[in-house]
């Protein structure tokens, strides 16, 4: 009886790499192990995909974020550099690309719009493990953050960073100076960064 | 470093807002080079991006969490274990198989002279468990420059997996069909699909007992029941 390929079995084949950091993981994946790469995707993609999602607007196009973004991680995790930040950073500012290109290319239809099509789980609330408390109080911090900004700073960051809208869309679409939008996303990044790391001090 | 709140806020005339633009992913990958190129001289600029990289970063953790679909994993791992197998095989480094590799056949080109592919053929085909399971070769026949497929075999069930392949035409999705050896027309299945951006899918293909091929046509959304378009790719069974 042939046994099925491993992909479709993976639990067993991965088991002993649930334990290592994510860098530990890439350096692994480099070497082409993708039982290594399993647990790297199972880590992150409930991140990725909700944030492809929230660019994109629609479970399609954000699946076809998630699945790019991945194959991109496998295919050129040798660029990996643990110097420049966290795997998840990374795996996120691929999807922020990835979704961004697909805005820009039209094959997202309303780029203003955030869809709730409800046809997407939340992250179920009885798998509440300590990292999901911990995601979730750090994405009530960041959220708390963000609607803490000024509005007209607050939107530009959300235009730019979720909408993937340019400085000069944006500045159109506003109809102020590309240099007022410029500095009101300086701003509002700053207060921000400020906001979280006066939280983060308080907290620790 | 840790910036005050005077440091930080204080707008910077010369370069306001450039390293922002930067981080928020506005640049092309031209305005990038040059930015990063200003950034290394310039003080001003190179503060920014360290002070506000980590705002930047927190953003995907304002949005609601979501389960990424299971489907998506399929397709994803069927595409890293296929890419992984043929690396470990075609590695110069001796290493043990860990599958039974069984002899590769050419891929018949007798149906382009049939008229079902189109110029251009590439060979793909070879599907070969990676993880040590039961080894599988098919030869396949695929149109499309670039693209590879595997047909990957295990008790009974057959999976398709292609990489590289372009999304069909609007309005038009890819059909799976198979054929009995001798039989006129190939017989359509109910596995339809259009692969990611990067041209990755995985497909079921249903049992068809004593189906000598698998093929895949592109057909108008819905599928057909006849193909109406020739074969892009062309998979034999033993």
Redesign the interface.
């Given at each position: 009886?042939?046994?099925?390929?491993?992909?479709?079995a993976?639990a067993k084949?991965s088991a002993g790499r649930h334990k290592l950091a994510d860098e530990e993981l890439m350096a692994l994946v480099q070497a082409?192990?993708?039982d290594a790469?399993?647990v790297v995707?199972?880590r992150h993609?409930?991140?990725?995909?909700?944030?492809a999602?929230?660019m994109c607007g629609r479970?399609a196009s954000a699946?076809?974020?998630?699945?790019?973004t991945?194959?991109?991680l496998?295919?050129s995790s040798a660029q990996y550099d643990r110097s420049r930040?966290s795997v998840r950073?990374w795996i996120?500012?691929i999807?922020?690309?990835?979704a961004?290109d697909?805005l820009r290319r039209g094959t997202v239809r309303d780029r203003h719009a955030f869809h709730e099509e409800g046809a997407?789980?939340?992250?179920?609330g009885s798998e509440n493990t300590e990292e999901q408390t911990l995601?979730?109080e750090?994405?009530s911090e960041?959220?708390g953050?963000?609607g803490g900004l000024p509005v007209e700073q607050r939107r530009v960051?959300e235009l730019?960073?979720?909408g993937g809208f340019?400085?000069t869309e944006i500045a159109s679409m506003l109809q102020m100076p590309v240099?007022t939008?410029?500095?009101r996303?300086?701003?509002g990044?700053?207060?921000?960064?400020?906001t979280?790391a006066a939280e983060e001090g308080v907290s620790s | 470093m840790s910036e005050t709140h005077d440091d930080l806020l204080v707008p910077k005339e010369d370069c306001c807002g450039e390293a922002a633009v930067y981080l928020l992913g506005l640049l092309d990958e031209r305005g990038s080079e040059m930015f990063l190129e200003h950034a290394r001289s310039c003080a001003l600029c190179s503060d920014d991006l360290a002070a506000l990289g980590p705002a930047v970063d927190s953003l995907p953790n304002s949005v609601p969490q979501l389960a990424a679909p299971p489907e998506a994993k399929r397709h994803v791992m069927a595409v890293v274990r296929s890419e992984a197998g043929l690396a470990m095989r075609t590695s110069p480094r001796p290493a043990k198989a860990r599958g039974r590799l069984v002899s590769m056949r050419r891929p018949s080109l007798a149906l382009a002279g049939a008229g079902l592919l189109a110029a251009g053929i590439a060979i793909g085909g070879l599907a070969i468990d990676s993880g040590g399971g039961t080894s599988r070769v098919v030869s396949a026949d695929v149109a499309p420059a670039g693209a590879t497929v595997m047909l990957h075999e295990s008790g009974g069930h057959n999976w398709l997996t292609v990489a590289k392949m372009p999304k069909p035409s609007a309005g038009y999705v890819y059909e799976v069909w198979v054929k009995r050896p001798g039989g006129a027309l190939p017989q359509p299945t109910d596995s339809l699909f259009t692969p990611t951006n990067s041209g990755a899918a995985m497909v079921f293909v249903p049992d068809r007992p004593g189906a000598s091929e698998v093929m895949v046509t592109q057909e108008p959304a819905g599928g057909s029941r006849l193909p109406t378009s020739p074969a892009i790719i062309v998979a034999h069974l033993a």
């Open positions: 009886m042939p046994r099925a390929p491993r992909f479709f993976p084949a082409g192990d993708a790469f399993e995707y199972d993609c409930n991140a990725a995909f909700s944030l999602y929230r479970r699946e076809d974020v998630l699945q790019d991945f194959l991109v496998w295919r930040g950073n996120l500012r999807v922020h690309n990835r961004v697909a997407v789980e939340r992250v179920a995601g979730r750090e994405a960041v959220r953050a963000l960051i730019a960073y979720f340019t400085h240099g939008v410029k500095g996303m300086r701003l990044l700053a207060k921000l960064r400020l979280l | -």
